[in-house]
């Protein structure tokens, strides 16, 4: 059987994010869930509690989730997965999923990318949506598990101390 990597950074873990894995866990013996350490933007969480959070939502026998901060295809081969899953919402992802998968191919042949298509419910989302609703106060709970919530109401009432309007742009108009 084949195992597969779905990499991201889930800061947070939404509900689309759950989607996919669930969908590709059917696919494959086992669904390794990456959380990157290392992405060129800024995130809310630490890559431990966004790790933490992942595990929480999930209870799968066949998905596991692990941190990395290397090359996607240097992980798939540490752990012998053959395949990349993504996720793709809008035509805006192919573009960059097409270069992604692309430029994975050229590092890694043997390593293929599965895209799954986004459930229609879910096609609006992103955890930068996530953040900032949830950074206005707005009402996430159609868009997260419960202990994202409740990780979100903690992390920004520590950021609201200091800056909170750092993780808040368009949502206001």
């Known amino acids: 059987m084949t195992k597969a990597i779905f990499p991201g ?7 689309g994010h759950i989607d996919i894995a669930l969908r590709a866990a059917r696919l494959f013996e086992t669904l390794y869930i990456a959380v990157y350490d290392r992405p060129l933007k800024s ?5 431990k509690e966004r790790i933490d959070l992942v595990k929480r939502s999930f209870d799968q026998p066949n998905i596991e989730i692990i941190g990395y901060d290397m090359l996607t295809v240097d992980l798939c081969k540490k752990v012998g997965a053959s395949v990349i899953v993504r996720g793709l919402r809008v035509f805006s992802d192919f573009e960059y999923e097409f270069r992604m998968a692309l430029a994975n191919n050229r590092l890694a042949p043997d390593i293929d990318v599965v895209a799954f298509i986004t459930s229609e419910k879910h096609t609006f989302l992103s955890s930068s949506t996530v953040r900032e609703i ?26 609201d101390k ?5 993780y808040s742009t368009s949502l206001r108009d």
Not at 143 to 159: E, G, R, S
Not at 162 to 166: C, F, G, I, L, P
Request: charged share 20%; net charge negative; aromatic share 6%.
């Open 134 to 159: 949830a950074s206005l106060d707005g009402d996430v709970s159609s868009m997260v598990p419960p202990h994202v919530i409740t990780a979100l109401d903690v992390k920004l009432k520590k950021i």
């Open 43 to 47: 995130l809310l969480f630490s890559p």
């Open 9 to 15: 950074t889930f800061d947070p873990i939404h509900y």
């Open 162 to 166: 200091e800056h909170r309007h750092t």
